[in-house]
């Protein structure tokens, strides 16, 4: 397994969550990383990357002010903190690896994905 995604489970509505990434890659540090999420029945949808060296962090505007991506290159992790949390986070959540240095938020842009884990928001 090269990335594995953890943290998730059930809180209600204003609750908060920190999802982790862990990936087992020699070259960790050489690639952004980025979460993404799926609800039931709607398309994967980009969150939040951040890039190699913890700059180049960008955000969904749905999650803009209520998540934080950040990276422990020492750890091979990426967390992303999830505070304020609404109904309409409930999703999986995975994370990715992409090759791309320029602002990947597409999922065709990552090559390399977790096995998801479940965050369940309950109002």
């Known amino acids: 397994v090269q990335l594995q995604a953890s943290g998730g489970g059930s809180v209600q509505a204003g609750g908060s969550l920190r999802l982790s990434c862990l990936v087992s890659?020699?070259?960790?540090?050489?690639?952004?990383i980025g979460w993404f999420r799926q609800a039931p029945g709607k398309e994967r949808e980009f969150i939040a990357r951040?890039?190699?060296?913890?700059?180049?962090?960008t955000y969904a505007d749905s999650v803009k002010s209520r998540f934080t991506i950040s990276r422990d290159n020492a750890k091979n992790t990426v967390y992303l903190q999830m505070n304020n949390l609404k109904a309409e986070d409930t999703a999986i959540y995975y994370c990715a690896r992409s090759r791309l240095s320029a602002n990947p938020v597409k999922a065709y842009q990552y090559d390399l994905w977790g096995q998801g884990t479940l965050v369940t928001v309950s109002s």
């Open positions: 951040v890039g190699r060296g913890s700059g180049g962090i």
């Open positions: 890659l020699r070259t960790f540090n050489s690639y952004p």
